[in-house]
């Protein structure tokens, strides 16, 4: 099935995406960044076939995603969209020398599986193997400005029906401590609680934060230092008992991975399609860590990921991003990926979610590539 054109569309988001904070000094929330006063640019990626069917991807940092249709994806025209394996591979070989943004990698390859579903007629993870649609949910927490904020949203979480917590503090040691001590009594002892450094701190904090939370029966320790020291990483992971959970936003899908695994600078490994070059380094990287007996937790939100998280047997959750009580009290009705009692509902109908409204993509563009 011959790819026969690729566009992008470039809109203005006049309802920005919210805000909401991570640790101290990092921008937050699903917005791209673009300050207060200019209007953000989103694209819509549209992949067009011989056989008729259309797949699509919606993009932040849409002038740039419009760089990269125009300039390196038109030339896959003609290309088989069905041949997933050989597209990657001619996406990996321009990336040497373009060197995508790491969420842009995987732009053509999701598109790719979006078709493929489509085209098959079953839902994506029944074609990536099929594991288990029942997959928990965890609350994965923006960052409040206090104890109490944390508090009355985890209750509310709980309310709800989730059974596991991730905590994105604010980046103290001393303080972030005490917010665990703080979760492990709101949530009781039979509450699965991880926590997330964002990579704040070198490896002493990182050590000592590691016993704290190995005191406080946490499951996993996610990226408490930059993911460019794996030495450290190593040493951490000899040091402690918890599970260190990395490898979120390095480069390099799964032979970057691989390396991770050969250092024994991680306990677990994160998949995603967003940074892991899409569906199929996702696969790549859980495969791998599988055969090493080795948890590769799917990352992030969206129905690609939740997808993932259906077809992956050595995942463990899916992630779900909660910042304001009137989010948390929607997610059983939001749009894309409800989660209901805890759990994930897994969409059972073809492709990645509605193609956007192309009539109205036409009309309202601020330019088409």
Known sequence: MKITDIKCYLVEEKDRAPKFNWRNGIPGGFSDGTPDGLTPRVAYVRVDTEAGIVGALRQNRGDAVASVVQRRLKSLIGQDILMTEKLWSLVWEIDRIEEFQINQFGILDIIAWDIKSKAAGLPLYQLLGGYDTRVPAYAST???????????????????????????????????????????????????????????????????????????????????MREFDLYSYKKLCDALDIAVLAAETSDGSHWNAATWIQMGALDMVRAS????????????????????G????????????????????????????????????????????????????????????PEPDWGWLEKNAVAVV
């Not at 989730?162 to 905590?167: I, S, V």
């Not at 892991?276 to 090493?292: D, F, N, P, R, V």
């Not at 899916?318 to 929607?330: D, F, R």
């Open 142 to 224: 923006a960052t409040w400005g206090s104890y109490d904020e944390y508090e009355r949203h985890i209750k509310t979480c709980m309310e709800l029906g989730f059974t596991a917590f991730k905590l994105h503090a604010w980046g103290d040691p001393k303080e972030d401590a005490e917010l665990c001590r703080r979760l492990r009594k709101w949530a009781g002892d039979d509450a699965v609680l991880t926590y997330d450094g964002s990579g704040a701190w070198g490896f002493e904090d990182s050590l000592k934060f590691g016993r704290i939370l190995e005191s406080l029966d946490f499951y996993w320790y996610e990226e408490p």
């Open 273 to 292: 399609s967003f940074l892991k070059g899409g569906i199929t380094g996702a696969i790549k990287i859980a495969h791998l860590a599988e055969s090493h």
């Open 294 to 353: 080795m948890k590769a937790q799917v990352h992030g939100v969206g129905q690609a990921e939740a997808q993932l998280a259906a077809a992956i047997p050595n995942n463990d959750y899916y992630e779900q991003i909660v910042y304001s009580k009137e989010q948390i009290e929607g997610l059983a009705t939001q749009a894309d990926v409800p989660i209901v009692d805890g759990f994930v509902q897994v969409s059972q109908a073809p492709g990645l979610g």
